[in-house]
């Protein structure tokens, strides 16, 4: 069975850090890849980034590049969404997701992943 268990959201004010973890279980990270998707009050669930470890293939949302940072823990099946100079518009859940390719997450299709976790809160505020 497949598991997906986001950690790391919180309160955070405009400028600061959190690092959000995803540990998957049932799963390899050396043959899928782990997307994070971010969903906003009143908004539609979008792609943020996405790792595939087995070729190195990373994307970044354009409004966090520069600001976000994902990498994978083999060892530990953990993937780690480090987000800097956060902004009151990165408010939002931040769901892991898991599936063979990053497609899914260039073309922020929600359909296209196989596998979600229940998410975690990030809220930038002062």
């Known amino acids: 069975q497949v598991q997906l268990v986001e950690s790391g959201g919180g309160l955070v004010q405009p400028g600061g850090s959190l690092r959000l973890a995803c540990v998957a279980s049932?799963?390899?990270?050396?043959?899928?890849?782990i997307g994070w998707f971010r969903q906003a009050p009143g908004k539609d669930r979008e792609g943020v980034a996405c790792?595939?470890?087995?070729?190195?293939?990373?994307y970044y949302r354009n409004s966090v590049k520069g600001r976000f940072t994902i990498s994978g823990d083999n060892a530990n099946n953990t993937v780690y969404l480090q987000m800097n100079s956060l902004k009151p518009e990165d408010t939002a859940f931040y769901y892991c997701?898991?599936?063979?390719?990053?497609?899914?997450?260039?073309?922020?299709?929600?359909?296209?992943?196989?596998?979600w976790g229940k998410g975690t809160l990030v809220t930038v505020s002062s």
């Open positions: 049932g799963i390899s990270l050396n043959s899928n890849a």
């Open positions: 997701t898991a599936d063979p390719s990053c497609a899914a997450v260039y073309r922020d299709d929600i359909h296209g992943m196989n596998y």
């Open positions: 790792i595939r470890i087995s070729d190195g293939d990373i």
